[in-house]
């Protein structure tokens, strides 16, 4: 039984960017309403993105009030510092996040998901998997039993964590990277493109490679 996408008010996405589309996509594929697509970049006002217009930059969301509406965080890996921080800058104003899951996704029994969470097409999550708020689970990831996702961590697409996996605040595992059960990924840590985590990874390390070694070592 998948867990409800949050109640479906009106929402506005944040980013017009590669991120930003996909996150509209889940969107309109759950049949959700989107009025409105803000994005900092000028150049993109006044155009559409997948047919919903660009309406301006952030001060647009004056035009509602936080409580009439839901918002998306469409700011991806351009910056995950930026993601967090805008998370929280629209939270300390009011406004609320949409919970995401786009149809496709597999979501086990007793997997719970915070708010602003986002899940892709084609990912799984297994039962009794926690994932924090403001968290993205991209593209056909595999998230397994029990595993623990922390808040504003960004598990890239085709990424695989095997049962019991816990990744700290912040932390970014890429694209297509595997780690084996019961590891640690510590705060704001980078688990490499690719990667074999084989060992408990610290916070703030960067490890890359087969198996994962410290950049750099
Ligand atoms: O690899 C995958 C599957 N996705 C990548 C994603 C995780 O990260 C994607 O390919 C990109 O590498 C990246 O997507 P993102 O974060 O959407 O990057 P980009 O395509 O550069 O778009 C960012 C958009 O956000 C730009 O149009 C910026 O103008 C806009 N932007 C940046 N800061 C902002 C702000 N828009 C608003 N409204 N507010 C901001 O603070």
């Known amino acids: 039984m998948k867990p409800a996408m949050s109640v479906p008010l009106p929402t506005v996405v944040?980013?017009?960017?590669?991120?930003?589309?996909?996150?509209?996509?889940?969107?309109?594929?759950?049949?959700?309403?989107v009025i409105a697509v803000v994005d900092s970049d000028t150049g993109r006002h006044g155009t559409t993105l997948l047919g919903v217009p660009v309406v301006g930059g952030d001060q647009e969301l004056q035009r509602w009030r936080p409580q009439d509406i839901l918002l998306a965080n469409g700011i991806g890996s351009t910056g995950q510092r930026h993601r967090r921080h805008l998370f929280e800058r629209m939270k300390a104003a009011q406004y609320r996040f949409a919970t995401i899951i786009h149809p496709s996704a597999v979501i086990g029994r007793e997997a719970m998901i915070a708010e602003?969470?986002?899940v892709m097409a084609g990912a799984v999550l297994q039962p009794g998997v926690l994932?924090?708020?403001?968290?993205?689970?991209?593209?056909?990831?595999?998230?397994?039993?029990?595993c623990v996702i922390g808040d504003h961590c960004h598990v890239a697409p085709g990424a695989v964590l095997c049962g019991g996996v816990r990744v700290d605040l912040d932390a970014h595992v890429g694209a297509g990277a595997v780690i084996i059960q019961n590891m640690v990924?510590?705060?704001?840590?980078?688990?490499?493109?690719?990667?074999?985590?084989?060992?408990?990874?610290?916070a703030g390390g960067r490890v890359v490679g087969v198996p994962a070694k410290e950049m750099g070592s």
């Open 14 to 33: 944040i980013g017009a960017g590669g991120h930003g589309k996909v996150i509209l996509e889940v969107l309109l594929e759950a049949g959700i309403e």
């Open 185 to 202: 990924i510590g705060e704001g840590a980078l688990v490499a493109a690719g990667a074999v985590v084989v060992r408990p990874v610290s």
């Open 116 to 118: 602003g969470g986002q």
């Open 131 to 146: 994932l924090g708020r403001n968290a993205i689970v991209n593209t056909g990831a595999r998230i397994d039993h029990d």
